[in-house]
């Protein structure tokens, strides 16, 4: 049996336990069960056991010797057994056999995950199998704070999660447990070292960390690279980098190519136009350093032409997909502010624009007050331009992210009221109707009253939306447009009086004044009808619907048939609803 079947074979054993094997079948009545083998706690004892790998050297065995002990163990021994070939796998790099048997000693000593030993080899295994952020926790606990090995892997584990001062800090304490490993396997390390030496602003630590790899190797050339022109030597790192674009694998060669184009535009010697080609030509490895590497060119490119849109395009993407680490809330900061002069642009011929980048990117929106304050600010633009339905759904994003409670209401009526002006009146009673529940302040409510009202409406339900304004404060105009528009002259009069204007200036003044004016003389009012012409006579003499007025408020017995047609050309637009605007004021 070839040895990766027997590996397969034992691990299966050490899955299931050790059982002993079924009793052959006989004519006799079948025995009784025999009671399930106990596993021996082990615990306490590993606990008071020293920790391995001081010096990065893994307990180990042969194979053989691993799997007779496992084949041999009872209840009593099975978990040193366990331990032992678990350990024996580490130190031979076979990391997801060991995390199997790690698991399987575990699942039969749970106090196992309170001892640092356990903790160490279980952190090692997640590490090494590119678990970095589940590494780091299980790496957490008093005991591996000085530990050389799981310091090591907390360098690893640190610089894949982009935790640099995490990395850099430990780096001291790790160098002891380089020192039992071969070069081979000390080189991911050094690597690692090097690239949170570059991170941390270190390039002079770099040619050092990497001396014992030798001159001709592709990764340790890369670092080298990066580390002599941030030194100020690009001759040198341009020619490190050149060779490895000659011997590296495509990783390490798009690497290269990408830490030139870095170079170049830094000095100049390519334009934001030009780096964005180069950039635009380059293969990236998805997902890992070299896009992540991109992405912030890209962004510094972006910024480098005033590219907004350009910006936040990248920048989104490292934050959404990237492990950032340190550089997390920086980052989230960074686009925050660009959202933020996204809306406060002056250029209000690119508002359209503006707010379908700010709709892709309103998870970047800052919590609480700041961000409602960006969005409605937006919102109001959007709203200025005749934008209601935009402005509506920017609004009710932030309105569905709230928990629903008394201080929504007056977002919940800025969004009906969008949705109206949008002409969604069915949209505005949903938005009005999922809050009807929360106890407003009274302030609110009434004017939720009256937008509903405005609502049923524009709906044709002209009797609800009276009945819902009935002793609601500042409706008067709306009721008095409902009134107008159901032809009960009375009711009307009665209403809008409470609403003329000192003077009618506005179109909107002047109609209000003609309706009345229309109205009085339908229910035979002319003493309030006279009074109407004393009041407003004078404002209208100068006013292009002055012969409406004239008609509409001379006694009968001075009439002139003349001025007629001219009268009704104005009247007949007075039967169209007031804008909700002045009817919502």
Sequence with gaps: MNRSRLSILVLSLALIGNAPPPAPVEHAAPAAPSPPHRIAPFAAQLAESPLPALDGRWPSQ???????????????????????LAQALIARNRLAEASGVLDT????????????????????????????????????????????????????????????????????????????????????????????????????DVARMLAALGDPDPAANLRRA???????????????????MLSGT????????????????????????????????LSFWRGGPIECGALTLRWRIAEARHDSRAALAAGATLFRYFDLGDQTAPTLLRLQALLGGLVNSPDAGKIGVAAGVFWDYRDLLPGGGEGETIAARLADRLASVGLYARAADLLRFLLDRRPPDAATGPLSVRVAELDLLAGSPERSLRTLRAGQAIAFPADITARRRTIEAAALYRLGKADEALALLDGAPGSAELRGDILW??????????????????RAASEADQTRVLRQ???????????????????????????????????????????????????????????APLPLTELMR
């Design 485 to 502: 528009q159901k032809r009960d002259w009375g009711g009307f009069a009665a209403s809008n009086a409470a609403t003329l204007p000192a």
């Design 517 to 575: 004016a229309v109205a009085l003389s339908r229910t035979g009012n002319r003493s309030a009808l006279t009074a109407l012409r004393t009041r407003y006579a004078a404002g209208f003499a100068r006013l292009p619907t002055h012969d409406a007025f004239d008609y509409l408020t001379a006694p009968a017995a001075t009439l002139d048939p003349a001025k007629a047609d001219k009268a009704f050309a104005r009247l007949a637009t007075l039967d």
């Design 105 to 204: 000693m575990l699942a039969d000593d749970p106090a196992l995950a309170l001892t640092a030993p356990w903790q160490l080899a279980h952190g090692v295994v997640l590490a090494g199998m590119e678990h970095p952020a589940e590494a780091l926790r299980a790496l957490d606990t008093p005991l591996l704070d000085a530990h050389p090995e799981a310091c090591a892997w907390r360098v690893r584990a640190g610089l894949a999660t982009q935790q640099i001062a995490l990395a850099a800090g430990a780096m001291r304490c790790a160098v002891p447990a380089l020192s039992g490993r071969s070069v081979a396997a000390r080189r991911p390390f050094l690597l690692a070292f090097a690239d949170v030496a570059l991170a941390s602003g270190h390039p002079g």
């Design 62 to 84: 042969s194979d053989a010797a691993a799997w007779r002990a496992i084949a041999r163990s009872t209840p009593e021994t099975r978990q040193p057994a366990r331990w032992a």
């Design 250 to 281: 495509p990783p390490l060669r798009t690497a290269a190519t990408l830490a030139l184009i870095e170079d170049r535009f830094a000095t100049r010697e390519l334009t934001p136009a030009a780096a964005a080609h180069d950039l635009d030509a």
């Design 226 to 244: 990066r580390a002599a022109m941030a030194l100020g030597d690009r001759a040198g790192g341009r020619l490190l980098l050149q060779r490895v």
